[in-house]
């Protein structure tokens, strides 16, 4: 199993330019989630879903769309690219448990500049 | 006020010492609680859970102080290998799972 996946590992954009992030996981989790880190102030979530065709806002949603057309993927999209979208990208997977709360797999994350 | 908050370090400490990290979270609502180890440029990964009755996973100790709203990891005989960021996390019930991250407290093992 592959796990959690990321494509790009990289990229650099102009201001205003778009792109598109994409999440995939063979584990069949029904969660999926997208967080970006930033030095100094850890990981926040952008978006999340709860299953396919599903999606919800996070803590810092805007400027950003998903998309998850299929279980095993999540898509991140920036419509208009801005230098304070720059950070590193990482999306998550879990499964849909009980009372407890249970493990994130991350992916290897996607470093995106913005010029 | 962050949700939560962790002593950033760096915590720099000779092979085979114990050293302990702490943190707080702000929400009285909060429901599980973990602790992350991220390696440099890497993921994040899943180190251990945090049980209201502590729980130890070999050389890792973790406990969680419901009523000072405080969790602790306490590593003992530190290895090379231990050396990483550490991300104390909560998470609220029912709500889809989702990770509150502290900003991680930063740990180098010397030789």
């Known amino acids: 199993n592959a796990g959690v996946t990321q494509t790009p590992k990289f990229r650099v954009l102009k201001t205003g330019q778009s792109m598109t992030l994409l999440c995939a996981q063979d584990?069949?989790?029904?969660?999926m989630y997208w967080y970006r880190q930033d030095p100094g102030m850890g990981l926040r979530l952008i978006h999340y879903?709860?299953?396919?065709?599903?999606?919800a806002k996070g803590e810092v949603p805007d400027g950003y769309n998903v998309s998850r057309l299929k279980k095993q993927n999540f898509l991140l999209g920036l419509e208009s690219a801005a230098p304070s979208q720059t950070s590193v990208y990482f999306c998550?997977?879990?499964?849909?448990?009980?009372?407890?709360?249970?493990?994130?797999?991350f992916g290897p994350g996607t470093r995106l500049t913005v010029l | 006020r962050k949700e939560v908050e962790q002593d950033p370090g760096p915590f720099n400490v000779p092979e085979g010492a114990t050293v302990a990290f702490n943190c707080t979270y702000s929400n009285s609502a909060s429901q599980s609680f973990f602790w992350y180890r991220q390696d440099c440029r890497k993921e994040p990964k899943l180190l251990m859970s945090?049980?209201?009755s502590g729980n130890e996973d070999g050389r890792f100790t973790a406990q969680l102080n419901r009523a000072s709203q405080y969790i602790s990891l306490l590593i003992r005989d530190s290895k090379l290998s231990d050396s990483a960021t550490y991300l104390c996390?909560?998470?609220?019930?029912?709500?889809?799972?989702?990770?509150?991250f502290g900003s991680g407290t930063q740990l180098t093992v010397l030789p």
């Open positions: 945090v049980y209201s």
């Open positions: 879903s709860v299953g396919e065709g599903t999606t």
């Open positions: 998550a997977s879990s499964y849909f448990s009980g009372s407890e709360g249970n493990e994130q797999f």
């Open positions: 996390v909560v998470t609220l019930s029912g709500s889809a799972r989702q990770l509150t």
């Open positions: 584990m069949n989790h029904e969660y």
